[in-house]
């Protein structure tokens, strides 16, 4: 099963929005609303952000939010703060497979 | 409160083996879907195994045959035996439990643990 594809870097200003995106198939991103994303500080366990596409888990903030169009899953985080500075991953449920699959990761750089 | 905590990690000879533990609290292992998840340095995140709580388990292809998920209910710890290690499997190992029990794993983590580092290196 092939990693979903997500762009290298993202970066922006503080104060400012920005879109992650997570490319897949109809196999996976585009067939069911199973998509996650996941923030990653280094040296640090993943954090869940976003479930089933659109939801925020008790205790994330509402400046992160999740949209899917076809087989492409977006994250927005918006009102940039230093600390959304991290790696971001998609996940995904996969007909393909029998195990959920990830996104190539996103670094996210507040300017 | 929901914690994980995962051991056993180390320097290992390619062809040798280790066990993993994920020691959980706050919730009951049997009664979730549990996986391992390994992160090469630098690289990012891949599901390495799921355990179902009916015990069904699936592993990538990777560590298909040399790899093994399992729980001790009593101790409420989860495993991960390794055994054939090669230098790819270097990693850190992370063991996390799905948000929702649907039927299927769709690699959505609400909790992990602090990860522990397996390097295969000779």
């Known amino acids: 099963q092939s990693a979903l594809t997500q762009p290298a870097s993202v970066s922006g200003s503080p104060g400012q929005s920005i879109t992650i995106s997570c490319t897949g198939t109809?196999?996976?991103?585009?067939?069911?609303?199973?998509v996650s994303w996941y923030q990653q500080h280094p040296g640090k366990a993943p954090q869940l952000m976003i479930y089933d596409v659109t939801n925020r888990p008790s205790g994330v903030s509402n400046r992160f939010s999740g949209s899917k169009s076809g087989n492409t899953a977006s994250l927005t985080i918006s009102g940039l703060q230093a600390e959304d500075e991290a790696d971001y991953y998609c996940?995904?449920?996969?007909?393909?497979?029998?195990?959920?699959?990830f996104g190539t990761g996103t670094k996210v750089t507040v300017l | 409160e929901v914690q994980l905590v995962e051991s056993g990690g180390g320097l290992v000879q390619p062809g040798g083996s280790l066990r993993l533990s994920c020691a959980a609290s706050g919730f009951i292992v049997s009664t979730n879907y549990m996986s391992w998840v390994r992160q090469a340095p630098g690289k990012g995140l891949e599901c390495v195994s799921v355990l179902y709580s009916g015990g069904t388990t699936y592993y990538a292809d990777s560590v298909k045959d040399r790899f093994t998920i399992s729980r001790d209910n009593s101790k409420n710890t989860l495993y991960l035996q390794m055994n054939s290690l090669r230098v790819e499997d270097t990693a850190v190992y992370y063991c996390?439990?799905?948000?929702?029990?649907?039927?299927?794993?769709?690699?959505?983590?609400?909790?992990w643990g602090q990860g522990t580092l397996v390097t295969v290196s000779s």
């Open positions: 109809s196999s996976d991103v585009g067939g069911y609303n199973y």
């Open positions: 996940s995904s449920y996969t007909s393909s497979s029998t195990l959920g699959v």
């Open positions: 996390a439990r799905d948000l929702l029990i649907r039927g299927v794993t769709s690699a959505t983590f609400d909790s």
